[in-house]
């Protein structure tokens, strides 16, 4: 097993200025002793001896130079070696090959895959995006998916929040950069620029170039697929994400102490305003449960800024029945202990008999990460309207602020439609994960399917890119819980398999959304 490539700011500085001097790009003179061996042949072409052995005469004639050499078999065994893919281990400790091994040894010694993605030079996303030097959000995985260049692209593309283009960003902090230069960086790392000269993504495209996996049919695959909408995710597996936190001012206290003497306020243009502490809401209201999901509105293709839950809480139906806001009230805003705070429309929108103020998940105190004492929770809104660790809640009327239709997702540049909405992703095991003894047994791979406030109207599954595909009606969807899915398969043989997720929503019209990508799941059966 290979030890990862791991860059972490700072700690390269010294090797770095060795590897430069060796890495200095190349000057594009023409080196005069070549130039001198430099001959045009019979046929007018340019080269040093092309199609001629050294010593004059066809490489063909002097073929017995040639019989010492590598024979095509020897070539393919040393190619097997020379190029395997490398495996690695992620934090859960799966043990992963993001490069599908082929014979030829095509994807490393071609297409130089190893080398090429974000994946191949970081860790994990969550690790670059702590090193950089500037201040950025803070994320955490519950599910083993790794976090890829959609979810960057999710905020920094379209997203509507004021952040900086990913292309400004990006190339800033890797084009001549030391580091990059000292690991042999190129436009190729992160790019494939296609035979129209198109940029694109390496991370996207290159499910489409290895070479390697094994296509099946459906009718050949015979997956057996299933889905509920009550799995529920374990405290350790839900995801964290703060946009406003230092990791030093982390809320890492659970004292119940807290939610006796953490107060909420309740205002604005109410008849009844109300201040309370979280013990004192509970004693008032009493606490409803309910199985909700939970969806980041960034999250990416594939990936698992998703959990669902088993909340519980104060009703915020309860609430509005007490404090009564004015007939003419739109919109609530929310504040919390950290500043991040969110304006929701109110009513249109948002059902408030689904609306809790948290205190409990899965039976358990809420977690620090979760918010605790008290986190605002609105279905059928992607997480960013949950609101952590929730100090006060005002109606308001701004027109301003007024409904705009359902959750907005950030548009994919590429697609031009919405990133993640409707979304899957396998939960169970990373992508390009290593099976071992698998070959010929059953095995379940496992996930989501969501679309925020859109029911899911079917799953599809291909196992050959895309040509056929297995399918799963989901009827009589719930958009407040996520869809969980399971697909059995039995691989017949060792080898690389690509399992392809196609979602599909029911709009608002009526009219189906299918996901702007579709979920590429690669996995390796030894
Ligand atoms: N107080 C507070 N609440 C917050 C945030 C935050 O930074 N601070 N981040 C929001 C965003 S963008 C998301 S995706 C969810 C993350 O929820 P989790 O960390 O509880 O899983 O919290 C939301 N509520
Ligand atoms: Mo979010």
Known sequence: MHVKKKLIAGVMCLAVVGLMAACAPQELTTNPAKQSEIATDEFG?????????????????????????????????????????????????????????DPKGWNNSYLDADNRGCLSCHDSIEDAVMSLDTKHNAYAMGYPTQLTIANCLGCHRNAGFGNTQLVETLHGIHNGKSQFTAMNGSCDSCHYIDSNAKFNLWDYAKYDLYKGITNVKAADAKLNVSYDQDTISNNDQLFFESLNNEPSEWRTETDPAVADSWVLSIGGEVENPLEMTVTELVEKFGTKSSIQKQSCIENATGNAWIYQAELTGVSMKDVIDYVKPAASVTSLKATSEDGYNM??????????????????????????????????????NSAAAYIKTLTSLNFVTDPKFEAKGGVGSPVDPDTKSMQGKPNSAVLNFPDGVVLDGQAGKELTLEGFADAYDEPIKKIEYSLDHGKTWTTLETPSNDPTRWTYWRVKYTPGEAGAYLLKVRTTSTQPDGSDRICSRDTNFLFNVK
Do not use: H, M, W
């Open 45 to 101: 072409r340019i080269g040093n001896n092309i199609g001629y052995a050294e010593d004059g005469g066809t490489y063909l004639e002097n073929y017995a130079q040639y019989a010492d050499k590598l024979t095509y078999a020897d070539k393919v065994a040393k190619n097997a070696e020379q190029n395997a893919p490398e495996q690695y281990t992620d934090q859960f400790g799966f043990t992963y090959q993001p490069v599908p091994s």
């Open 343 to 380: 304006v929701a429309p109110a009513f249109t929108d948002v059902n408030y008999e689904d609306c809790l103020l948290v205190t409990e998940i899965n039976g358990q105190p809420l977690p620090a990460s979760q918010g605790y004492p008290l986190t605002l929770a609105v279905p059928r």
